[in-house]
């Protein structure tokens, strides 16, 4: 078995495990807790500070068969709810000692409602993510949100998030983003070493690890990645985006690049990446934080913004990626990513590059339409440079 093959089987193996085995083991080992959170946002530094073990829950996949999940939700939204309830009441997250909700849409709101009845001897936290972006009014708001996730950490825990501690931690994670930031420009630079279905899931793999490993992971898997050279395909290189909460089902992502498209970019598992740059590590780290989600994130369907015109994120992505096209590969009934749409498509339009849409679950099981249609997508870009 290839070094890269062998990390992506360890990589997998974390993907599949849908009762957190590995969670399990850390608590076991280190004493501490852990505190899941929903995509797309979660101030993980401050979990980590606290001593505690910052876990991503992203639904159950296509794994996940859903008999007690759908009496609580209604079938028109999306499905990461109804998996996210399945996995709770059926005691595969009962090692997690907390959940937050951050602030995505309507669904992962009653979502947070649903878990504080269900769960009423865990901490559960709806965060409120600023949507007015100047220091004086977002950064006051989101600070003291800040201020008070950090007391019920504290409380919960029974150990003090010093300055130290939180320093210390934004430290870690501005690593792990930079790890992360060299894993994406490598793909781009040399899509055919890095398939995406292999670095979605060593991606996923920073959803249970503690930061420190997943970084050591990412460095692993890019010096492997190196070493293995494999053949060059004429693939349409594409940008895919909308798929920013609900994540597609790996055999979605692999018909993609079988049907001859390199994704030199997308927003999966964002909460690894939604800061762009590093956390300033000044004498109030509380306020850095709050600083960095203000000025220096991703552009996405869940995040508010005025300062920009609707679409420039995207395009500049597509510029500093050489992408040839945009595939949307949005879930079915996501409101935030469904009305955003219209608005990026009109960029793209102004922009001239092509793009195609479609929508999915995370239980789907059905990829050839998907694949013939983004194969034909490829191809148009090839022969006529436009869909």
Request: charged share 25%; proline share 4%; aromatic share 10%.
């Amino acid at each position: 078995m290839s070094e890269t093959r062998e990390i992506v089987e360890q990589c997998k193996v974390l993907y599949e495990d849908l009762s957190l085995a590995s969670v399990k083991e850390w608590k076991q080992r280190t004493g501490g807790r852990a505190i899941g959170f929903m995509p797309v946002y979660a101030p993980r530094e401050l979990v980590h500070a606290a001593g505690m073990l910052p876990v991503g829950i992203m639904g159950g996949g296509e794994n996940l068969e859903i008999i007690k999940g759908d009496a609580y939700f209604q079938s028109y939204i999306c499905h990461i709810p109804r998996s996210t309830i399945e996995l709770g009441v059926t005691g595969r997250l009962d090692c997690l000692d907390g959940m937050l909700f951050p602030a995505i849409c309507d669904v992962i709101r009653n979502l947070s409602g649903m878990w504080q009845m269900l769960f009423k001897d865990k901490l559960v936290r709806y965060l409120d993510l600023p949507q007015e972006f100047t220091k004086e009014i977002g950064g006051t708001f989101y600070k003291q949100e800040l201020q008070g996730l950090v007391h019920e950490l504290e409380k919960l825990g029974g150990k003090k998030v010093t300055p130290e501690a939180l320093r210390h931690s934004i430290k870690l994670f501005n690593e792990n983003r930079r790890a992360i930031e060299r894993l994406y420009n490598a793909r781009a630079e040399t899509p055919e070493n890095l398939p995406t279905y292999e670095l979605y899931l060593v991606m996923r793999a920073s959803n249970v690890l503690p930061v420190e490993e997943h970084t050591a992971l990412v460095e692993k898997y890019l010096a492997a990645a190196a070493r293995q050279k494999r053949n060059k395909l004429d693939n349409a290189r594409v940008v895919v985006t909308g798929a920013f909460c609900e994540q597609p089902p790996i055999a979605l992502i692999r018909a993609l690049e079988a049907s001859g498209c390199y994704v030199v970019d997308d927003d999966w598992v964002l909460g690894a990446r939604y800061l762009l740059g590093d956390v300033a590590m000044g004498e109030d780290p509380l306020q850095d934080l709050a600083n960095a989600y203000l000025g220096d994130c991703v552009e996405t369907a869940s995040r508010y913004e005025t300062r920009l015109e609707k679409g420039a994120f995207l395009i500049e992505r597509v510029k500093r990626y050489r992408a040839e096209g945009v595939v949307f590969c949005a879930p079915s009934f996501c409101d935030p990513a469904l009305l955003e749409r219209p608005m990026l498509v009109e960029a793209l339009n102004r922009a001239n590059v092509p793009h195609t849409s479609f929508n999915y679950a995370e239980n789907t099981s059905q990829y050839h339409v998907f694949k013939e249609q983004t194969g034909t997508f490829a191809d148009s870009i090839k022969l006529w440079g436009t869909a």
